[in-house]
């Protein structure tokens, strides 16, 4: 059965660094996309940024831009999110998604619909 599991998150301060990380069996790996979505307390998960199968093409959200960098490394099925200069709006559980269709892509950032198989979550809590 396909397992994915997020990891890396905790408190950290505001301005600081933070590296999730996504680890996801049962599948070939390097045949799919990889989203990260963060959801706050009373909103809806958003996507926050994803990578392609092969992890040359990447996407983020624009408030993200710049301060998040997403990566794979399919040797060892796992996507990172390499966050800096976190700020309060960072703050949230962040999920990591394998997406529903093979080698698929996209030009603008998908929602969680285009996603199949999903983490638990870990959180990140950014003090102000």
């Known amino acids: 059965q396909v397992q994915v599991v997020e990891s890396g998150g905790g408190l950290v301060q505001v301005g600081g660094s933070l590296r999730l990380a996504c680890t996801a069996s049962?599948?070939?790996?390097?045949?799919?996309?990889i989203g990260w979505f963060r959801q706050r307390p009373g909103q809806e998960r958003q996507p926050v940024s994803c990578?392609?199968?092969?992890?040359?093409?990447?996407l983020y959200t624009d408030s993200v831009k710049g301060r998040f960098t997403i990566s794979r490394d399919n040797a060892q099925n796992t996507v990172y999110l390499q966050m800096g200069s976190l700020n309060s709006d960072d703050s949230g559980t962040y999920f990591c998604?394998?997406?529903?269709?093979?080698?698929?892509?996209?030009?603008?950032?998908?929602?969680?619909?285009?996603?199949?198989?999903w983490g638990q979550g870990t959180q990140v809590t950014v003090s102000s």
């Open positions: 990578i392609n199968s092969r992890g040359g093409y990447t």
């Open positions: 998604a394998v997406a529903s269709r093979r080698s698929h892509w996209w030009t603008v950032l998908p929602d969680d619909s285009q996603f199949r198989y």
């Open positions: 049962g599948l070939k790996f390097g045949d799919y996309a």
